[in-house]
């Protein structure tokens, strides 16, 4: 088994996967990507940008290890809807059924939803195939002895807590002011910065669904 790891320079469209792959020369990899096409957290104008960048990768000459290897990427996508049994659906169809061109999927790109990413980075664990979330933020996901084969992008909750303390403490700052949505993925990273924070520093955190009362806490901090 060897690692193939895909890159590019800052500022251009292009993926981002590392996969443990058994590669030989002329490889087309192909990526099985979950995202809510539909539902409560729509992505349809992500479905353009997958193939925009699927095509940047494969003309860029700065991607060497495609380059070397005469590799190309390919993809077919799933609407998960940020659904648990839709999503859960579609990563099994993309297993058993392949893509669209009948070749086996290399690795997943997506769930974005902690309610797809749980039961479905369970699966590709137990089928030993990469997933790669952009979008999922759970602690539980970084558990490697559970969620063996799954990667992601960004943070996740406790994280950004982390970040947001030692930044805090770095250049000095005793309050922070935190203004988030109402929706669940940043009521509890709000609460984990809450937690992190802590320690002598005031914090005031605004969670609205609507703007004036932020706007109020934000001069209420200004004038603290």
Wanted: hydrophobic share 45%; with cysteine.
């Amino acid at each position: 088994m060897s690692r193939t790891l895909l890159c590019a320079p800052p500022g251009q469209v292009a993926i981002v996967v590392l996969v443990l792959l058994r590669v030989t020369n002329g490889d087309v990899f192909n990526l099985g990507v979950l995202l809510p096409y539909t539902g409560h957290q729509q992505m349809r104008t992500a479905a353009g940008a997958i193939q925009l960048a699927i095509d940047s990768a494969n003309t860029d000459k700065t991607l060497t290890e495609l380059r070397r290897g005469g590799h190309r990427l390919s993809f077919t996508w799933r609407d998960t809807a940020c659904d648990t049994k839709q999503g859960l659906l579609a990563a099994v169809d993309l297993w058993a059924n392949r893509n669209d061109d009948d070749r086996p999927i290399d690795a997943f790109i997506g769930p974005g939803c902690d309610t797809v990413c749980l039961p479905a980075g369970l699966l590709a664990s137990r089928w030993g195939i990469p997933m790669i979330s952009y979008g999922c933020v759970s602690e539980q996901l970084s558990n490697k002895l559970v969620y063996s084969t799954f990667a992601r992008t960004h943070a996740s909750y406790a994280d950004v807590g982390l970040f947001v303390g030692a930044m805090m403490a770095r250049y000095g700052w005793q309050r922070v002011g935190v203004i988030a949505s109402w929706k669940l993925l940043w009521e509890k990273t709000t609460a984990q910065i809450q937690v992190c924070v802590g320690g002598g520093w005031s914090m005031c955190a605004c969670v609205r669904a609507c703007v004036r009362p932020c706007e109020r806490m934000c001069v209420r901090l200004h004038t603290m």
